[in-house]
């Protein structure tokens, strides 16, 4: 019974998530949104439901057979991504940069409060010597 309620509440965010998506014309995956739902809940919750952490701990088990249908897109339409493999790839070249840029500057903006009190930790001095 636990499975089945931690299953209809991934499904039913997913469900919530499609329909905002639709209703509201975004340009974001209703799975997305969904999850997004998911996570402003369990924070509002302020614990994971045992069902579904059971659901979700048997899903990430099994992740390797969610990449399956990617795979078989791929073999389906790789004439397609072999016609447009440079722009492909130069868009992932350049997204990859970007992310990492970005990520770069957000770490450092959210631990530059930690990062500048550094020196008053003992076990950071003890670490460095």
Known sequence: MPLLVGMSILLGCQLIG???????NLPVPGPVIGMVLLLVGLMLYGK??????????GLTQHLALLFVPAGVGVMVNWPLISQNFVVLTVTLLVSTVLLQVF?????R????????NHDADPVLKEKRR
Request: aromatic content about 4%.
């Open 18 to 24: 499609e329909g905002v998506a639709r209703a509201m």
């Open 48 to 57: 994971v439901p045992e069902g579904l952490r059971m659901t979700t701990r």
């Open 103 to 107: 990520m770069v500057l957000f770490m």
């Open 109 to 116: 903006r959210t631990l530059r409060g930690r990062l500048e």
